[in-house]
């Protein structure tokens, strides 16, 4: 095991994009810039008054595409009047190249998509690289839940040896499934459904035959556009090892298509690993069906947050298919203060040979535990839990900085409360977008203060990008979002950890945090030692200086850095 901290003469976070030539990219011109964050009513109406979810996120989303590193940004544009003041964001004249097939409206979303691989936008070659970057819908399979396994760590079921007819079968509950409820956004190809992923490919015209990749993966509530400091580096890095490179949209966020959560929610009383597994399989199989699609053998997984997660349960589930693992930030990794094991299918199997058998078994004891209660504790408690984990309470409160110090601002009364109402909706499975979308009016504002509080260390101009990009994205039908209940429970420990299932992974780990991160870096050096225990001593614990959560974001200098040195260093095998 390895620990380090980045190096604290290298730059701090950089309070602005870089501004060289002009003419970079040979595209039509580009949208206007983003409107103020609405923090007051009246802006909040007029921003959700001139808002068309779909179209607004694309445009949103070009804003960032632009913003690469040396990209010389617009000029300001005046922005329009209308009955309620001025506009959150001007009124869009997108272009045809970017915008010809992109739809107006998320119900238009299924006609606008009708071929494979169907690119959103032009490629965009960047000078001086080599690079190209497209911008392109990958279509998939659909997930089925009934190949879900019962436990996390369950072997993985292989759909095409079952027998005979069980396909179709499978298809035919796959569709009652999606009846009425799951209106995939995208199409049907002989007899499946399909929908599709977001896809930024930033690679060398030569590497497009490569079998090896680099692919990125954001986490809960983000979207690929939130690397927009870090595509640049990281391409380039990768085709320094002659791999191609990849940021995605996770099936059901950004603008992937966003089939209903149906297809990774489990019936009430059903078993918490079975819940965990079920939802984890909705990520993991579209994961496994873009590399399919996509043509790519073996990847380097680069996720941040929930995105750590699952590209580590993703490693755990195909471990032939992953060739490295860098975790930034992660989500999910240690075990959480109430911390309970759960049997795999086989080791309950075995129990209920002997005679015994328990679905869950405390820490420490041979207690049973309900399923159907809180994991960690009382409602209080994981209220306590929650609000900690976002750096609140009074104890966090007197040594909290950065972006922690933000969300601690105003502990009153009614937030301790909206904390708790926040932890018993989770454990219904109510998704905090759901509120978002129906406070109409009132939403903009709200995302607003989130977006000023979340991206306080970032300049005006990144934070405008941003909350246009993240309250569009937001908005559209709800879909992957409503995992994290299944996943995570209220204070972001996983149900079933990580570092339990880490041990197997042959590969290098590479863990970053930041040093005023909302995760435990505890996690990393738990799961290096598992790492170790089980003959793998290449695993590597960095800190990065002046970063909070958003470590790709708060540090990029330092975090691209880290990165390239671990993508370098992992062998290319084909």
Not at 517 to 537: C, F, I, P, R, T
Request: proline share 8%; glycine share 8%; net charge neutral.
């Amino acid at each position: 095991m390895v620990t380090t901290a980045a190096a604290s003469s290298l730059p701090t976070t950089r309070s602005s994009s870089p501004t060289p030539p002009t003419n970079r990219f040979s595209t039509p011109p580009p949208p206007p810039p983003a409107g103020a964050v609405p923090t007051d009513f009246r802006s909040s109406l007029a921003a959700w008054w001139n808002n068309t979810s779909y179209k607004e996120a694309r445009i949103a989303e070009e804003r960032l595409l632009r913003r690469m590193a040396h990209f010389q940004p617009p000029p300001p544009v005046e922005e329009g009047r209308g009955w309620f003041g001025r506009a959150a964001t001007a009124a869009p004249t997108p272009h045809p190249e970017m915008h010809q097939e992109a739809p107006a409206s998320a119900a238009d979303v299924t006609s606008a998509h009708q071929r494979q691989g169907e690119e959103v936008s032009q490629p965009i070659p960047i000078e001086g690289t080599k690079l190209v970057a497209t911008l392109r819908n990958v279509f998939i399979s659909t997930p089925n839940p009934l190949a879900a396994p019962q436990h996390p760590a369950d072997p993985i079921i292989v759909e095409h040896d079952s027998p005979a007819g069980s396909a179709s079968s499978s298809q035919a509950s796959l569709d009652k499934t999606c009846k009425d409820k799951v209106k995939s956004a995208g199409r049907r190809k002989a007899g499946k459904t399909e929908d599709y992923l977001n896809t930024l490919e930033i690679s060398r015209p030569e590497d497009r035959g490569e079998k090896e990749a680099v692919v990125v993966l954001h986490g809960y509530a983000a979207a690929l556009g939130f690397f927009f400091r870090n595509w640049d580096a990281i391409s380039q890095h990768a085709a320094s090892t002659s791999r191609r490179t990849f940021f995605l949209d996770w099936l059901g966020m950004g603008l992937s298509s966003r089939p209903a959560p149906a297809l990774l929610s489990s019936p009430s009383g059903t078993p918490i690993p079975a819940r965990v597994a079920r939802a984890e399989h909705f990520f993991l199989s579209s994961l496994e069906s873009w590399r399919e699609a996509a043509g790519i053998e073996r990847m380097i997984l680069v996720g941040h947050s929930l995105g750590g997660y699952l590209a580590s349960a993703y490693a755990v589930r195909y471990p032939h298919r992953v060739s490295g693992l860098i975790l930034v930030s992660p989500a999910g990794i240690p075990h959480g203060k109430e911390y309970t094991r759960y049997e795999t299918t086989a080791e309950a199997e075995r129990q209920r040979a002997l005679g015994g058998g328990v679905a869950g078994v405390e820490k420490g004891t041979g207690k049973k535990v309900d399923e159907d209660t809180i994991q960690g504790g009382s409602l209080d408690e994981a209220a306590a839990a929650a609000d900690a984990e976002l750096g609140g309470g009074d104890a966090a409160a007197a040594e909290a900085k950065g972006e922690a110090k933000e969300w601690n601002k105003n502990q009153t009364l009614l937030r301790k409360n909206m904390m708790k109402f926040f932890t018993w909706g989770w454990e219904k499975g109510i998704s905090p977008f759901t509120f978002l979308r129906t406070m109409g009016p009132f939403g903009p504002m709200f995302a607003g203060r989130y977006s000023l509080r979340r991206f306080a260390a970032q300049s005006d101009e990144d934070v405008r990008d941003l909350h246009g990009y993240i309250y569009n994205t937001s908005v559209l039908k709800g879909s992957g979002e409503f995992c994290i209940s299944h996943i995570l429970a209220p204070g972001a420990y996983a149900r079933v950890p990580i570092v339990d299932r880490i041990g197997g992974l042959k590969v290098p780990v590479t863990f970053l945090y930041g040093d005023n991160d909302w995760m435990d870096v505890q996690g990393g050096h738990d799961s290096a030692v598992e790492l170790k225990k089980a003959g793998n001593d290449n695993c590597a614990v960095h800190v990065v200086k002046d970063a909070g959560h958003h470590v790709y974001l708060d540090n990029p200098e330092d975090t691209n850095r880290i990165i390239g040195e671990a993508i370098r260093a992992i062998p290319k095998t084909l």
